[in-house]
């Protein structure tokens, strides 16, 4: 069944640690995104991806890094973690339609 | 540039009732359209598209939505709620030249047995 996994669900992380959120996706689609989502503010674009070896900052990318290394995996990379980062992250995947279907999402909460 | 907005905040029904979720978008052409929907700690599901033709849409677990150019809405009906349906539903448009999606707060459904 085509899907978009994530991992971890859960991830504790300390004050200037790196941490990295991967993502799978079985829908053989170019585009990925990744989001995260906070009360009062809806899900915000990070970073997204057309294909393999590409990134792309969306709308709020400081303080993250993004690696698309295959079709199919897209991480998110946080060098220094931050509490202002703690949140719960989505990854989608998209194709040429538009639509975006996503992964079931990854708490982060750094102390 | 392109935007929407659910004027609706939260919304609270009966089971067994009928639902309509309210959407309003603003663009000068015509807008791809989507509807999503968010459970409860869990991703957000693809619940219907609007591209282009048919105004009435068919999505999942029986819901539908219409678009109209005339009024600049594209509202989220159900014939009759499940307390299941319960969720956060979020009408959202592509943006025309990068395809970004653009999310808003969404309308929080209350379904009351």
């Known amino acids: 069944e085509a899907a978009v996994t994530q991992s971890p669900r859960n991830k504790v992380a300390v004050t200037g640690g790196k941490v990295t959120l991967s993502c799978n996706q079985t829908?053989?689609?170019?585009?990925m995104y990744w989001y995260r989502q906070d009360t009062g503010h809806g899900l915000r674009l990070i970073h997204y991806?057309?294909?393999?070896?590409?990134?792309e900052k969306g709308d709020i990318p400081d303080g993250y890094k993004a690696s698309r290394p295959s079709q199919e995996n897209f991480s998110l990379i946080l060098e220094l973690a931050t509490p202002s980062q703690t949140s719960v992250y989505f990854c989608?995947?998209?194709?040429?339609?538009?639509?975006?279907?996503f992964g079931p999402g990854t708490r982060l909460t750094v102390l | 540039a392109q935007s929407v907005t659910q004027p609706d905040a939260r919304v609270t029904v009966s089971e067994g009732a009928s639902l309509q979720l309210r959407c309003k978008y603003s663009?000068?052409?015509?807008?791809?359209l989507f509807w999503y929907v968010q459970y409860p700690r869990q991703g957000l599901q693809l619940l219907l598209k609007?591209?282009?033709?048919?105004?009435v849409v068919q999505g999942v677990n029986g819901f539908e939505a219409e678009f109209s150019k005339s009024n600049s809405s594209f509202h989220l009906r159900k014939a009759s709620v499940h307390w299941s349906d319960s969720a956060v539903y979020f009408c959202?448009?592509?943006?025309?030249?990068?395809?970004?999606?653009?999310f808003g707060l969404g309308t929080t459904l209350q379904v009351q047995p």
């Open positions: 989608a995947s998209g194709g040429g339609a538009g639509e975006q279907y």
């Open positions: 829908n053989n689609h170019n585009n």
């Open positions: 991806s057309y294909g393999a070896g590409s990134t």
């Open positions: 663009y000068s052409g015509t807008p791809y």
């Open positions: 609007y591209y282009s033709g048919d105004p």
């Open positions: 959202v448009p592509i943006t025309g030249n990068t395809g970004k999606l653009i």
